[in-house]
């Protein structure tokens, strides 16, 4: 055999590989579903990442209310630290504690400031991990006067 027709043959078994190859290469029949596989998972991971921010953001606005709340009353002439936890509680327990889970309620009362914290954890749409929370409020305490 000659090398001509050697080497006709080995172009021709290399033109048949490369087409061979272009056929497979081209072939996409279940791309669609294995990009359905891997991009689904991630969707719903995202997706319930922002449902857990939207329910820590949520939770940091009961725990604002509720320590404004408390130094509303708090705050006032005749009052003390303990009404303005005590108004606290009550409004963490009106707005619902389901949202902000082990909440603990600090407040403090000087003769210059009224300061309440309120600190807790954001519901968990998983249970894996929690997200803190805290809000403090402070505000000047008038000051008790005595008679006219």
Same mark, same amino acid.
């Given at each position: 055999?000659?090398?001509?027709?050697?080497?006709?043959?080995?172009?021709?078994?290399?033109?048949?590989?490369?087409?061979?190859?272009?056929?497979?290469?081209?072939?996409?029949?279940?791309?669609?579903?294995?990009?359905?596989?891997?991009?689904?998972?991630?969707?719903? &991971?995202?997706?319930?990442?922002?449902?857990?921010?939207?329910?820590?953001?949520?939770?940091?606005?009961?725990?604002?209310?509720?320590?404004?709340?408390?130094?509303?009353?708090?705050?006032?002439?005749?009052?003390?630290?303990?009404?303005?936890?005590?108004?606290?509680?009550?409004?963490?327990?009106? &707005?619902?504690?389901?949202?902000?889970?082990?909440?603990?309620? @600090?407040?403090?009362?000087?003769?210059?400031?009224?300061?309440? @914290?309120?600190?807790?954890?954001?519901?968990?749409? &998983?249970?894996?991990?929690?997200?803190?929370?805290?809000?403090?409020?402070?505000?000047?305490?008038?000051?008790?006067?005595?008679?006219?």
């Amino acid at each position: 055999m000659d090398d001509a027709a050697r080497t006709g043959r080995s172009s021709r078994r290399a033109a048949s590989l490369r087409r061979a190859r272009h056929a497979v290469a081209r072939d996409e029949r279940g791309a669609a579903s294995a990009e359905l596989v891997i991009a689904t998972p991630l969707l719903l &991971l995202l997706i319930m990442g922002v449902i857990q921010f939207a329910l820590w953001q949520h939770a940091e606005h009961i725990a604002s209310a509720v320590a404004q709340q408390g130094v509303a009353v708090g705050r006032l002439q005749g009052e003390t630290a303990a009404a303005g936890k005590d108004q606290a509680r009550s409004v963490l327990d009106q &707005l619902g504690s389901g949202v902000l889970t082990g909440s603990d309620i @600090t407040a403090t009362r000087t003769a210059t400031t009224t300061t309440v @914290t309120v600190t807790g954890h954001a519901e968990s749409l &998983l249970g894996i991990f929690t997200l803190p929370v805290k809000a403090t409020a402070a505000g000047p305490t008038e000051p008790n006067v005595i008679g006219p």
